[in-house]
């Protein structure tokens, strides 16, 4: 499965983005777990959000965005959204969605982006004022 991303831009900081992912082929991404990691140069990867498979598996969010980010499915559209609301300059850095499994390699610093089972090309957010 290829994935596209977008959405990504220049936000001031407290501003809003909303990031999409969806397989390029249009093929539903039911059934697979469904997240977003992000990479600033000079800082760790992160994980920041995780949905799972079925709704009875616990959506995930790092500490850093929980309260202010939320990842939900558009099963009409086939796609998954990371909603991002009052956004910080720390929030700055390339967004890669990205599908596996389960939400196990979201958590923490992640896992490297090549351990995944695919994933799409980066969309840059910039968090300036």
């Known amino acids: 499965v290829q994935l596209q991303a977008s959405g990504g831009g220049l936000v001031q900081p407290g501003g809003s983005l909303r990031l999409s992912c969806g397989a390029s082929?249009?093929?539903?991404?039911?059934?697979?777990?469904v997240g977003w990691l992000r990479q600033a140069p000079g800082k760790e990867r992160e994980g920041v959000a995780c949905i799972g498979s079925s709704s009875r598996y616990p959506t995930y969010y790092s500490d850093s965005v929980k309260g202010r980010f939320t990842i939900s499915r558009d099963n009409d559209k086939k796609t998954v959204s990371l909603q991002m609301d009052n956004l910080e300059p720390e929030d700055t850095a390339t967004y890669y969605c990205a599908i596996d499994i389960w939400c196990d390699r979201w958590k923490g610093s992640a896992s490297p982006i090549t351990d995944f089972r695919s994933w799409g090309q980066g969309t840059q957010v910039t968090v300036s004022s």
């Open positions: 082929s249009g093929t539903s991404l039911d059934y697979l777990a």
